[in-house]
């Protein structure tokens, strides 16, 4: 058991029986403790407020590589390379934009007690455009913005030069373009 005044930005502990991610530590003016979490489980932020002496179940985890297999309509199917393991992830874990990713792109999972302790995505996704409009120049505009609708089906906004089947970078955080690949 740790004290939470060991506790730092990162450490991965149990609350309430479930595997959390500290976001945050803070001494509060009162002397005691801010922990601002993320839980694995269901997805969501919380905080918990403790006095200093109290103790929270902390541990480590090692990665493991997984390759995306199946999109579902609410979550992913991750196989372990070794071929040994697979392992479905809500979307509500992982956010919308996951749905850019590709099959057979990797992740890094990071198991603790079992449980899902933290996912690592990639930060930039390769897709392919499968329609956009031409769009002729406009000599008064310097800017040209047009929507593209990908392979996955999904749509974001892209530059007017770009073309069907060009493959392009998105950053899979925010969703948006960064540059054709």
Excluded: W
């Amino acid at each position: 058991m740790t004290v939470v005044t060991e506790i730092k930005k990162g450490d991965l502990l149990i609350v309430k029986g479930d595997v959390c991610k500290v976001t945050e530590a803070v001494e509060e003016t009162d002397g005691n403790y801010r922990l601002n979490l993320f839980n694995f489980s269901n997805g969501s932020d919380f905080f918990e407020v403790t006095d200093p002496e109290t103790t929270f179940h902390k541990f480590s985890a090692e990665y493991s590589e997984f390759i995306l297999k199946e999109k579902k309509n609410d979550s992913l199917v991750f196989h372990s390379t070794s071929g040994e393991e697979q392992v479905e992830v809500p979307f509500t874990v992982l956010g919308e934009n996951v749905k850019l990713l590709r099959n057979d792109e990797t992740v890094f999972i990071r198991y603790a007690n079992g449980l899902i302790a933290e996912i690592e995505l990639p930060k930039i996704v390769v897709q392919i455009v499968e329609f956009t409009e031409d769009i002729e120049k406009d000599t008064s505009r310097t800017e040209f913005i047009k929507e593209a609708k990908l392979q996955n089906g999904k749509s974001i906004i892209v530059p007017a030069f770009i073309k069907n089947g060009d493959k392009i970078k998105i950053h899979l955080v925010t969703g948006e373009y960064i540059c054709r690949e």
